[in-house]
């Protein structure tokens, strides 16, 4: 947690994490979808041409006020491919929540368990 004391915002930082094609991504985009406009910023998503995240995907929420500071909460989702686990090191620097997002197919357990061994 970040507080920006000249400003009176709190900065939050939640990173969605999973193994690839686990719906990360996915999970962003529906949050996205039905947040009035008024308390989100635009999803922004670094993918491939096949539409995989290749760095991270990002979203800013901003809602209501605390002690007259203005809580940021600041989305993200991490590349789920074993190639990618050093920017997902990168990503979890400062990280002050964790949501695990898991394969519900059985033939997935195995990818599952080892993405959480890797957190």
Do not use: C
């Amino acid at each position: 947690m970040f507080i920006n004391w000249a400003l009176q915002e709190i900065n939050l930082k939640i990173v969605y994490y999973g193994p690839g094609m686990s719906g990360k991504t996915t999970n962003l985009e529906y949050i996205h979808s039905k947040l009035d406009p008024s308390l989100k910023g635009d999803l922004v998503s670094l993918k491939t041409k096949e539409d995989r995240t290749i760095f991270f995907d990002f979203m800013q929420i901003e809602v209501g006020r605390i002690k007259g500071k203005k809580p940021k909460f600041n989305l993200y989702t991490v590349p789920g491919q074993v190639y990618y686990a050093s920017s997902r090191k990168v990503i979890l620097n400062g990280v002050d929540g964790i949501v695990f997002v898991a394969d519900s197919q059985p033939h997935r357990m195995e990818a599952n368990i080892e993405t959480l061994l890797d957190l």
